[in-house]
């Protein structure tokens, strides 16, 4: 069974900051891809990344960076030079090639960034 | 382009009231999931279709959840009856493809509140 874990339930730091949110994916399939979603305090869900199984490459958009480690099965997501634009709640999530595109989504960090 | 539009926006209903959620997915889409969200148990998925058909319902909850997709640019998900526990935010998503590799694009969601 697939299962997505953020340990991390709240974290806060203060602007400029770097921060990192944990992911802990585990699944039985070879093929497979993770996700990282945003959600902002109006409530809707936005698309930051996907990334397959095959691809362990860390990947740096603008101040947004991935760490993906197939090894300890984790795919971290650590913003440089927070901003309070920041603040939300990220979900990590998986879904597998047998699972077509079911989502499985983490609990969720709760991002906040003081001004 | 417009997203994913879902009305109504917010819903307060009575215990034991009919309810509709609607959906419009991004034109084009052949895929359309419905989520839901509460803080204990996190984003869940209740259902989703490929090329209007219901692929897995295995995620709605009882027989009192219906989910439907007369044509490709609509869907809807009816609870009847409605109880407090069904309290939520509901999210349709649509993606261009079944295939897991594809974002899903969500809407801004429908906050239910069952008195």
């Known amino acids: 069974a697939q299962k997505v874990t953020q340990a991390q339930t709240e974290i806060s730091v203060v602007e400029k900051e770097d921060v990192t949110l944990d992911c802990v994916y585990e699944?039985?399939?070879?093929?497979?891809?993770l996700f990282w979603y945003k959600q902002p305090p109006s409530g809707e869900l936005v698309f930051l990344i996907r990334?397959?199984?095959?691809?362990?490459q860390n990947e740096i958009s603008g101040r947004y960076s991935w760490n993906f480690q197939k090894s300890t099965s984790s795919f971290n997501f650590t913003i440089t030079a927070s901003q309070v634009v920041d603040s939300a709640v990220y979900f990590c999530?998986?879904?597998?090639?047998?699972?077509?595109?079911?989502?499985?989504f983490g609990e969720g960090t709760q991002l906040t960034v003081n001004p | 382009d417009a997203g994913v539009i879902q009305s109504p926006r917010h819903e307060v209903t009575e215990m034991g009231q009919e309810v509709t959620l609607r959906c419009k997915p991004i034109?084009?889409?052949?895929?359309l999931f419905w989520y839901r969200q509460t803080m204990m148990r996190g984003l869940e998925l209740l259902i989703y279709?490929?090329?209007?058909?219901?692929?897995?319902d295995s995620g709605m909850p009882e027989d009192r959840f219906s989910a439907k997709m007369p044509n490709a640019s609509f869907s809807t998900l009816k609870i009847q009856p409605s109880e407090p526990r069904d309290s939520a935010v509901y999210f349709c998503?649509?993606?261009?493809?079944?295939?897991?590799?594809?974002?899903?694009?969500f809407g801004e969601g429908s906050r239910l509140t069952v008195l």
């Open positions: 998503a649509s993606s261009l493809r079944i295939s897991n590799t594809g974002e899903l694009f």
């Open positions: 699944t039985r399939d070879t093929t497979y891809y």
């Open positions: 990334r397959n199984s095959f691809d362990e």
């Open positions: 999530a998986l879904s597998e090639e047998t699972s077509g595109s079911r989502l499985t």
């Open positions: 034109s084009g889409h052949n895929s």
């Open positions: 279709f490929n090329n209007n058909v219901p692929i897995d």
